[in-house]
């Protein structure tokens, strides 16, 4: 993910709480909210101009500390393919 | 409800749907709705009279308004087909009840907080139970077991507003014919022993109903968060709203959380009722 650009996507509204936030999205006539968790909006926010895939994973390092895992690269992909899923992040560059 | 009704804004001082002094006059029913008033058109008199008397609790007898397009909606019984006049007639009844719904939805969206729910109301203080549920988890059965024992606020759309107050939508009641079958009958709230709130009521107590057969009380606190996500599905025009998922964190604060309630039978939540329209603001 050396390469890879991540981009957090337009929401109309987000909430921030002690333990992450919701988003709500709308398409079209339908809306939906989304529960994100600390690592989740962190990875959001630091994505807001764009960001590149390592530097992230070390931003977040900084920002939340050392995972207990040892592969953060493995849980920062896991966590923005889940945002990707949502439509919460676009991934460029994979 | 007693309170004198709010003066219709401007913008419905020059519509086309002006008919004072008109012989179609008599078919229409002017109803409260979610905050606004509604104009039902009926097909001939004996409509209009069972129009009104399902729709008791919500009709608008104030000074004549001019109404928009968006909040008149025409009761359509049809004709023909094997089935009686009464019976289409309930039907279009059934069928009128959603229409209304939704056009005062659309008409007042960004207005409140629309929630799918039932709402009880203690007459003397205000303090009033909400209760969100998908049709069929019992929002219906709730409100006419407990319901008179307080004051009627609906049972299907409860609107909050942004100073907590609850804008009543004191429609009939929505009642499966037989207790469980698909056909339901649009039934006046007086009839259920119903009664209208005197005061302004505002949100004591919210909850999630969920029903399951057998089951014995079982109440779990959301947090605020998980909360604004467990209501989602069951708000309406949410993004229509300034703040939309501030405005519902306002609405579960000011109704000190949200829990989800997991129950079999209405009358195993009535001390619960009870402790939450005893509350205080």
Not at chain 1, 6 to 19: K, Q, T
Not at chain 1, 26 to 42: A, D, F, I, N, P
Not at chain 1, 68 to 92: C, K, M, P, S
Not at chain 2, 206 to 217: D, K, P, S
Request: with cysteine; aromatic share 2%; hydrophobic share 45%.
């Amino acid at each position: 993910m050396t390469h890879v650009v991540v981009r957090s996507a337009p929401v109309l509204d987000e909430l921030v709480g002690d333990d992450g936030a919701v988003v709500l999205m709308v398409h079209e006539t339908t809306h939906r909210v989304v529960r994100l968790s600390v690592l989740g909006h962190t990875i959001r926010e630091l994505a807001a101009d764009g960001i590149s895939s390592s530097v992230l994973e070390r931003a977040l390092v900084e920002r939340l500390g050392t995972p207990d895992t040892a592969d953060v690269q493995a849980l920062v992909r896991a966590a923005v393919d889940d945002l990707a899923a949502e439509g919460l992040v676009t991934v460029e560059g994979q | 409800m007693t309170p004198a009704p709010a003066p219709p804004p401007e913008s419905w001082t020059t519509t086309p749907h002006d008919l004072s002094g008109r012989p179609e006059a008599d078919l229409t029913v002017d109803v409260r709705a979610l905050g606004t008033i509604m104009r039902i058109q009926t097909p001939d008199a004996e409509c209009a009279a069972v129009v009104r008397r399902a729709w008791h609790l919500a009709l608008y007898s104030g000074e004549r308004v001019d109404v928009p397009e968006d909040r008149l909606v025409h009761m359509q019984v049809g004709d023909g087909g094997d089935d009686d006049r009464s019976e289409r007639r309930s039907r279009a009844m059934v069928a009128l009840t959603q229409a209304l719904t939704r056009g005062a939805l659309r008409a007042q969206a960004g207005k409140a907080v629309f929630l799918h729910a039932g709402g009880l109301c203690n007459p003397r203080t205000g303090a009033s139970f909400v209760y969100v549920a998908p049709g069929g988890m019992g929002k219906t059965p709730l409100t006419r077991t407990l319901g008179p024992a307080f004051a009627y606020l609906s049972d299907e759309t409860i609107a909050v507003t942004a100073d907590g107050a609850i804008l009543p939508y004191l429609k009939p009641l929505s009642v499966r014919r037989g207790g469980h079958g698909s056909v339901k009958d649009e039934v006046a709230p007086a009839e259920l022993g119903l009664m209208a709130p005197t005061v302004t009521p505002w949100v004591a107590g919210l909850v999630i109903l969920r029903r399951q057969e057998g089951a014995t009380l079982h109440v779990e606190p959301v947090d605020t968060l998980d909360a604004i996500v467990a209501l989602s599905p069951e708000t309406s025009a949410m993004a229509a709203l300034d703040h939309p998922l501030r405005r519902v964190a306002h609405v579960i604060e000011r109704a000190r959380g949200l829990t989800i309630v997991t129950y079999s039978e209405a009358t195993q939540l009535g001390p619960m009722v009870d402790v939450i329209l005893s509350r205080r603001r």
